[in-house]
């Protein structure tokens, strides 16, 4: 099985004790930062059980001010620790100075970036930072955003193509983003995500990400909450056909359910990937 679940503390124990069947668990990277401790305990016997993948949130790899030093040297301490199978963050900001020439803060969330010759450069130079740093290729997520740039000079698609390209990076494909997004924009959710898809380099895709989003009356909120809706198992179905059996995570991070609700998520996505392979 190339499918997995995002292991969260919930689950812990559990996951160690039952050892299902699962191509791989993905956690948070921040959430092991530390020198040691119980929780970077529970991560290696996590690993000696299932290849982990290290899943980022804080690297801020679009952010103009440049990367925090002591971020990605933990990142670092934790990729050479744990031996992952891949590591990944996001197209995102969230450093910048409050004021001109002030000191650099970090921002606690997922900011968009614009899609932009001038940030593709910015991107580009700080994930080839990452890459150099952990001597490990990098992942990098396309973001559920809730505004756009007005300078937006090229589609999603072809920036992911040139990041990658540029970079030797991989993307790390949100197929409930896609969807999300485009519900967010009034668009059709299925054909708008899989003309995405269609758009991407086929190669390029090293990861996928199904989660649940909340639809409330003005917008719809990637929350991680519940179990993934039709419109991103269609599209999903469509991801596989075009670029083949990419692992496959399933990601609830907000009233996380039974262990074993993740495990038949991750079972459906098996059951996707198996019915596109030839007979």
Request: charged share 15%.
């Amino acid at each position: 099985m190339s499918a997995g679940i995002g292991w969260r503390q919930p689950h812990y124990r559990e996951l160690i004790q039952r050892r299902p069947a699962l191509g791989f668990i993905e956690v948070h990277s921040e959430n092991f930062f530390a020198e040691g401790g119980a929780a970077l305990a529970v991560l290696e016997q996590g690993r000696a059980q299932y290849p982990v993948s290290l899943h980022g949130v804080g690297l801020g790899l679009g952010s103009a001010a440049g990367l925090d030093a002591w971020h990605l040297d933990r990142l670092a301490a934790l990729v050479q620790r744990i031996d992952p199978v891949r590591v990944s963050d996001h197209a995102s900001f969230a450093r910048a100075p409050l004021q001109a020439h002030g000191p650099v803060v970090h921002g606690a969330d997922l900011l968009p970036i614009a899609f932009t010759p001038a940030a593709l450069d910015i991107l580009v130079a700080n994930v080839q930072r990452v890459q150099e740093r952990l001597r490990w290729p990098l992942l990098v997520e396309n973001l559920s955003a809730y505004l756009h740039w007005a300078d937006d000079a090229m589609s999603e698609a072809a920036f992911f193509n040139a990041l990658v390209q540029r970079s030797g990076c991989q993307l790390l494909l949100d197929v409930n983003n896609l969807v999300v997004n485009a519900l967010n924009a009034g668009l059709d959710p299925v054909a708008t995500a899989c003309g995405f898809i269609d758009a991407l380099a086929p190669a390029s895709v090293g990861e996928i990400h199904l989660a649940g989003h909340a639809v409330l009356p003005d917008i719809v909120i990637d929350d991680h909450g519940c179990r993934v809706s039709p419109p991103v198992w269609t599209a999903y179905a469509h991801a596989v056909r075009r670029l083949g059996t990419v692992p496959t995570l399933i990601e609830w991070d907000t009233d996380v359910p039974a262990l074993d609700v993740l495990l038949d998520e991750a079972t459906q996505a098996a059951r996707i990937q198996a019915a596109a392979r030839p007979s």
